[in-house]
Structures are given as structure tokens and as C-alpha cells.
């Protein structure tokens, strides 16, 4: 699939979701990063090490009055409203999702989700890749309204197939985030594209 077009730029938020210690998660951002970018889009990286999610007490949309909400609250709604869509790309802390993932993820209401696709890359040192986490987040971005993408990658031994700097040693690799990202570009096309011509349901889930 070719680059998209000026036209079709999409704007991106790629969500990261682990904090420990030797985290794999840098090397698999370099190379999503690079092949979202390669196909012109913009990226904004929510990163939980960088923007410190504190632990969740009251997200945005408990607050009946937004400007009573912090500065850097308000300001991260807008950029994932603005937002065509969701890459979340997450480890697997003992056959789930990582606490540092939910907690920024529900720091928001279904509002900045809600119709718009979401795709899945995880990975895990072991065989599996993550399946787990990536099926349970399945449920988490279908209760909050997203259009779960098709394809999913698993990247499993992602120490061994991933070097430090995201290339991979695995061909494999690169083909099913290229196959991901295509199916995102519909999606994110199509849905940004009907909700401008047809608005959105008036009754929202």
C-alpha cells in the first residue's frame, strides 16, 4: 500500500504501556514509529515513563466543569479527540495488561475512543507474544467504542528478534506491522470520512 496522500494524513497516538526497568516496548516504538511516519502520518507518542500518569483518583470526565481539571489533563484530551485513531502497543505482566497502560487509558471517557479504529502490537520475551494482554485490551477499546482492527501483531522473544535500535532480524516482523498499519489507514479513512459526510449516531453508545 502506498504512502498516504497529503490529503489523507492521519494523525496517530501510539500508546506505550510499560514502565519497568529494561523495558523491550523502545525497540518495537522505533520501528512502529518509523513505519507510520513512512506512510505520512503524524504520530504522538503516549509514553507513560516520559508523560507520568499519577495513579488514577478522578479522570477528565468526572469533572462537570473541564477547566477545573489540570492544565496537562485538559491539554491531552484534546490531542486524543483531535486523534484518527489508536496504535496501543503493549507488554504482558502476568497474562495481562500492564497497570501503567489502564491507568493512562482511563484517565479519559469513551468519548476520545468512540469511533475510531484501534490496533494492537504486543510482545513478550517468551513464545506467546502477549496474546493475552492483546485480547483483553480487545474488550477494554470495544467497551470504549473503538473499531478494533483486523490484524494483530505478536512479536514473541522480542529480546532476540528486535535489536536495540527497532530493526528487526525477522522480515516476518515488519511485513505484519506494514499489513497493520494498511488495514488502520481504511479504517481510519473510512470512518473519518463517513462521520464527515453522516455526522455520528444520535444515540452514541
Same mark, same amino acid.
Given at each position: +500500500? ?12 501510539? +500508546?506505550?504501556?510499560?514502565?519497568? *526497568?529494561?523495558? +523491550? /516496548?523502545?525497540?518495537?516504538? =522505533? ?20 508523560? *507520568?500518569?499519577?495513579? %488514577?483518583? =478522578? ?11 489540570? *492544565?496537562?489533563?485538559? *491539554? ?27 491507568? +493512562? @487509558?482511563?484517565?479519559? !471517557? ?5 469511533? =475510531? ?11 506467546? !507474544?502477549? /496474546? /493475552? ?11 470504549? !467504542?473503538?473499531? @478494533? ?50 455526522? %455520528? ?5
Amino acid at each position: +500500500m502506498m504512502a498516504a496522500s497529503s490529503a489523507n494524513k492521519m494523525k496517530f497516538v501510539l +500508546m506505550l504501556g510499560s514502565v519497568r *526497568e529494561n523495558r +523491550m /516496548c523502545d525497540r518495537v516504538a =522505533k520501528l512502529v514509529q518509523k513505519k507510520l511516519l513512512a506512510s505520512n502520518h503524524e504520530v504522538i507518542l503516549y509514553d507513560p515513563v516520559n508523560k *507520568e500518569f499519577p495513579l %488514577l483518583f =478522578k479522570p477528565i470526565h468526572f469533572y462537570s466543569d473541564r477547566s477545573e481539571a489540570p *492544565e496537562w489533563l485538559i *491539554e491531552a484530551e484534546k490531542q486524543l479527540l483531535d486523534a484518527d485513531g489508536f496504535v496501543i502497543l503493549s507488554a504482558e505482566y502476568n497474562r495481562c495488561i500492564p497497570p501503567a497502560l489502564t491507568n +493512562m @487509558i482511563n484517565h479519559f !471517557g469513551a468519548n476520545v475512543y468512540r469511533y =475510531k479504529p484501534c490496533a494492537f502490537i504486543t510482545y513478550s520475551l517468551g513464545r506467546f !507474544g502477549g /496474546c /493475552c494482554a492483546a485480547m483483553q485490551l480487545g474488550d477494554m477499546m470495544t467497551e470504549l !467504542g473503538s473499531t @478494533i482492527v483486523p490484524s494483530r501483531v505478536y512479536i514473541s522473544h522480542v529480546n532476540n528478534v528486535l535489536s536495540e535500535d527497532g530493526t528487526p532480524q525477522d522480515e516476518h516482523i515488519e511485513k505484519e506491522i506494514q499489513k497493520l498499519i494498511n488495514q488502520l489507514d481504511w479504517y481510519a479513512l473510512a470512518l473519518k470520512n463517513h462521520k464527515e459526510r453522516y455526522g %455520528l449516531p444520535s444515540q452514541p453508545l
